[in-house]
């Protein structure tokens, strides 16, 4: 399978920082075996997709409802109208800072594949759940809460991302990645069929140059969801080669 490379710019990105999306972009469509994307501010997709052309842009949440009283909130179809191609759902952190349920989640991503968004949905264990050994039943419970039951074709990815993982530098081990990948895979071709052995499955945390091909090289890892590390074009970069370097 093609890799997929998805940027996640968190709340960082200023005016200032479109020229870096530009060459990320531009380092990017370099590695043509490879499916990339870069998940940014709100406020910068207008401008971000001017700068880039072809290359995917998106957000980072949408909320469930198209527009209304919702002060503050984005939706997937204002997404969309700025240009974005794809959002991100359920990242851990809005989980624990925003109060996200699976419910939530599960709505969003009906609403984004609504407004014609390819979405990726988060799900991963916290370290006192690993520790605990409920690190599986909480994913896989993640995993069939947020899911909508018409998971079709290749709108959907799944992004495995130990929240203990998450920008502490700390990377899971590989075993433990291919066990929970391989779950995920399972539950997936369980509930939807086997057409979905085709849904990316990406891992998340602490993923950069130095880790990206051990980790790309785990069976079911088709791909990952990056923060720190796809700031810049010069960090970006050799992640994007491991995973040329693995595409199939
Ligand atoms: P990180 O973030 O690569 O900085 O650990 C990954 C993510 O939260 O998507």
Not at 39 to 62: E, M, N, S, Y
Not at 76 to 90: F, H, Q, W
Not at 129 to 148: F, I, M, T
Request: hydrophobic share 45%; glycine share 10%; net charge negative.
């Amino acid at each position: 399978m093609r890799k997929f490379i998805v940027g996640n710019w968190k709340m960082n990105g200023m005016s200032a920082d479109l020229g870096e999306i530009a060459a990320i972009s531009a380092v990017a469509q370099l590695y043509t075996s490879v499916d990339s994307a870069l998940c940014i501010p709100a406020t910068l997709i207008d401008r971000a997709v001017k700068a880039v052309g072809d290359f995917p842009i998106g957000g980072q949440d949408c909320h469930m409802q198209n527009s209304g009283a919702h002060t503050g909130c984005v939706s997937s179809e204002m997404l969309s109208d700025a240009g974005a191609v794809l959002t991100i759902i359920g990242h851990s952190e809005r989980r624990a800072a925003q109060h996200e349920q699976d419910s939530d989640i599960r709505a969003k991503a009906e609403a984004a594949s609504a407004a014609g968004l390819k979405v990726i949905v988060c799900v991963g264990e916290t370290l006192e759940e690993r520790d605990a050994g409920k690190a599986l039943d909480v994913v896989l419970g993640q995993l069939k809460l947020s899911l909508p039951d018409t998971v079709a074709g290749a709108w959907l990815s799944v992004a495995y991302e130990p929240v203990w993982a998450i920008g502490t530098g700390r990377v899971a081990e590989p075993a433990d990645v291919e066990e929970m990948h391989g779950a995920i895979r399972a539950a997936l071709k369980e509930r939807f069929g086997e057409e979905c052995g085709a849904i990316h499955i990406l891992y998340g945390g602490s993923m950069n140059g130095d880790n990206a091909a051990e980790l790309l090289a785990v069976p079911n890892v088709d791909g990952g969801l990056i923060g720190g590390a796809s700031l810049t074009a010069a960090k970006f970069k050799p992640i994007l080669a491991a995973a040329q370097a693995t595409s199939e």
